[in-house]
């Protein structure tokens, strides 16, 4: 059964560097979403794409994210300058178009410090 | 009016016993009520979900009941197992929009 991959597992950075989180949606998925979970916390939304253009955002998603899908496979999600608030699981999710169900990768853990 | 309110936060239960969690909420144009579970360390998997025009949906030993007029929904795991030990997340979208908005989760211990 295809399934959403995502890369790095975990990733460490230092407070104010750049990130860029990957991942590879099923390949049959036409809308994609990245939302975040701090420890203990609910699942929150950040961006949904669509057609190679965001479709909605949340308030959280702000200048400092950007989202991409540069090669019709990949799906990146980028944070400028990371402060010590990103720390957090980001999770890549997609759709099909005939359908609801959205479907989460494993995540990444941000470490920002 | 976005929120999805979940109930209860944790849950204790006997191998082979029923796991009831519910989740209430305001927006009536919410259109979409899926169920994800998640294992630690992991990604939130979707279980099962129901549409409003429906009042029940069974999957296996996963029910979701739905009641409109009460904006409530409610998961019941039948026979709990203790591989169903995890955090279950109730979730809601509302027409037009892309986001799922989640409940804050209950976490199941099933003890054997």
């Known amino acids: 059964e295809p399934e959403v991959t995502q890369t790095p597992s975990h990733q460490v950075t230092q407070m104010g560097q750049e990130v860029i989180l990957r991942c590879v949606p099923i390949s049959n998925h036409l809308y994609f979403y990245w939302y975040r979970q701090i420890l203990g916390q609910k699942v929150e939304f950040l961006v949904s794409?669509?057609?190679?253009?965001?479709?909605?955002k949340s308030e959280i998603f702000d200048d400092q994210f950007s989202v991409e899908r540069p090669d019709g496979s990949n799906f990146t999600l980028k944070i400028r300058s990371t402060k010590l608030e990103d720390s957090a699981m980001y999770f890549c999710a997609g759709r099909q178009g005939t359908s609801y169900e959205q479907y989460f990768g494993p995540g990444t853990r941000l470490t920002v410090t | 009016q976005q929120q999805v309110k979940q109930s209860p936060q944790s849950l204790i239960v006997q191998k082979g016993g029923i796991s009831i969690i519910n989740c209430a909420y305001e927006n009536t144009a919410f259109d979409y009520f899926p169920w994800y579970q998640q294992f630690p360390g992991k990604g939130p998997a979707l279980l099962i979900a129901i549409r409003p025009d429906v009042s029940e949906k069974k999957e296996g030993r996963f029910t979701i009941s739905f009641n409109k007029s009460a904006k409530q929904f409610s998961l019941h795991i039948m026979d709990s197992q203790p591989g169903d030990s995890a955090t279950y997340f109730c979730a809601a979208r509302q027409g037009g929009s892309e986001k799922l908005v989640f409940g804050k989760g209950t976490k199941l211990t099933v003890n054997p």
């Open positions: 794409f669509y057609n190679n253009e965001i479709s909605e």
